[in-house]
């Protein structure tokens, strides 16, 4: 079964609200666990050591070895550097570099273009999709020039590729990382207060959530094994059905704005290597298309002030779906993946700008929407405007002055009015207390004058 069964959910669950969560047993609600959080703690987070197997050597054969991946990485920047850039996000607990490769035309630029991340190796023993994703890599560099997708992909998003997010459970060859904690129950979760503790979580897990917070993704999928499944938000429940808590994927949603999908792609969590070959070639062409459809669905657009034609870093909402896209503050873009074939109703809103409305009707291809906000004439318009936001202009192009000047001209008559007031008021109280301060003296020197 290859990925494509994935690319259809993403598309299908896009509006979903709730669904049942991957991998796990059955449990009861969320108050269940509440009660005993002591006890979710530790069979959520800290995992039992594995058994020990006489395997294990000779699973591993064939593997790249962190080494091997990293050296993979750094020549794959070197063959390919027309097309990518390389970059670590953070170090692992026994300090492995978490490498990434970026592939874009434009590489380490910020540009109004969606972007679209894949990580693998969540769990240290489910290695297939570091195989899978330096692969992925090389082909893209090898046919970017040749086949259209992969253009499309290089030349209109920024795909970047984390192979393998746990080195260190990989080198021990067990699920959890170096202190054998479950990076994928390690995130904060909406229903679940105890992961919001920091002072316990893994250096994996916050390098991921600063590195959402410098790049906005529109979409993702983490790459998994030992079934065949294509998960979707979300993973925590209130009823606490597949109660998993804490996982990537619902975090990635909340609080970044980015549709991420869990993938299962192999039936075995470590099959023997000469079979890598095999799986490459029934998931090649799902994981292009994936990273795509951050292309091909979905509205997509720009949003601008009417009256200095600056992009605004406002916000997209659709209509019966509770969540709010948040748009560059560079170039006011936005990305909303939507299921093709249906109406929505698109608002886009900011600050101090008046909100428009529009109906759509979204076909089996993105559809591009660009917005144009009109100023909004109360006392809140203004203060916003003199807050410091450039709004994305650039002060080195000049851009930060001019709509500097534009923004202390557009202030509130009443304003300036009661400036004047108040600057009337003051000189003419210091003219008042002026000329009591000279007439005291005045008096004095008469009174000593000989008659």
């Known amino acids: 079964m290859k ?16 669904a049942v969560a991957r991998g796990g047993e059955r449990g009861g609600t969320l108050s269940d666990y509440e009660n005993d959080r002591s006890n979710v703690a530790t069979t959520a987070r800290i995992l039992l050591e594995d058994e020990k197997s006489q395997n294990k050597i000779a699973r591993a054969r064939g593997y790249m070895t962190n080494s091997d991946l990293e050296k993979a990485v750094k020549d794959f920047g070197g063959r390919c550097s027309n097309i990518s850039r390389i970059y670590s996000i953070g170090e692992s607990v026994n300090g492995v570099p978490l490498w990434v490769i970026e592939i874009s035309d434009k590489p380490g630029e910020e540009e109004g273009e969606p972007a ?44 970047h590729i ?25 995130f904060p979760d909406q229903f679940f207060p105890l992961n919001d503790d920091i002072n316990t979580r893994q250096p994996e897990t916050a390098a991921v959530m600063k ?3 410098e790049i906005r993704f529109t979409g993702s999928a983490t790459l998994h094994g030992g079934a065949l499944v294509a998960n979707y938000p979300w993973d925590g429940t209130r009823d606490g059905r597949y109660p998993i808590y804490g ?29 890598i070959p095999t799986l490459w070639e029934y998931n090649k062409m799902s994981l292009l298309n994936l990273a795509a459809s951050v292309l091909k ?34 170039f006011g ?5 939507l299921v093709p074939g249906d109406r929505y109703e698109v608002m886009a809103s900011m600050s101090g700008y008046k909100s428009k409305t529009t109906t759509i009707s979204l076909g089996e291809v993105a559809m591009t929407l660009d917005f144009i906000l009109d100023p909004d004439t109360t006392t809140e318009r203004y203060l916003w405007r003199t807050s410091g936001c450039n709004c ?46 000279n007439d005291k003296p005045q008096a004095a020197r008469s009174s000593l004058l000989p008659a």
């Open 392 to 437: 994305g202009s650039s002060s080195s192009s000049g851009g930060g002055g001019k709509f500097g000047l534009e923004m202390f001209w557009t202030l509130h008559m009443e304003v300036y009015a009661v400036i004047i007031i108040l600057l009337f008021w003051f000189l003419l109280r210091r003219r008042l207390k002026s000329n009591l301060l």
């Open 297 to 330: 669905t979905g509205v997509h657009g720009r949003i601008f002030a009417s009256d200095s034609g600056t992009p605004l870093p406002g916000f997209i909402t659709i209509k019966g779906i509770n969540y709010t896209v948040t748009a560059g503050r560079a």
């Open 116 to 159: 679209f991340k894949y990580i693998g190796n969540v769990h240290g023993d489910e290695p297939v999709g570091r195989e899978l994703l330096i692969r992925l890599a090389n082909w893209i560099c090898d046919n970017h020039l040749k086949d259209p997708l992969v253009r499309s992909i290089v030349e209109n998003s920024h795909l």
């Open 333 to 337: 873009d936005y990305h909303r993946l």
């Open 3 to 18: 990925l494509l069964v994935g690319i259809l959910f993403f598309s299908f669950f896009l509006a979903i609200p709730s």
């Open 162 to 186: 984390l192979p393998s997010i746990n080195p260190d459970g990989f080198a021990l060859q067990r699920r959890g990382n170096a202190k054998n904690i479950d990076l994928n129950r390690d």
């Open 211 to 213: 590195w959402l917070g």
């Open 247 to 275: 996982a990537m994927q619902d975090w990635n949603y909340i609080h970044a704005g980015c549709f991420e999908l869990t993938l299962e792609v192999s039936d075995d969590k470590w099959p023997m290597i000469d079979e």
